[in-house]
């Protein structure tokens, strides 16, 4: 099964939150609202920099599909 780069998620438990699972390596949760990150992968790698660099590209990613996702989320709507 092929899945999307990204989910949105959200829980009962944790009802002012909203989530973003990121599915491909390095795997995580991002907790949207507190902006905090649960990694599901180790992140290896030679270079801790290099590997830090690709973490910071990736969340901040995943904080702007969100953003374009709750975007239509308005815009349905507003229809």
Sequence with gaps: MKLPKFLLADNSEFPEDLFVVHTEYPRFILNVEEEEVEWLDDLEGDDEETMADEATKV????????DEELAKYDEEEEE
């Design 59 to 66: 969340v901040e990613a995943a904080f702007k599909w969100c």
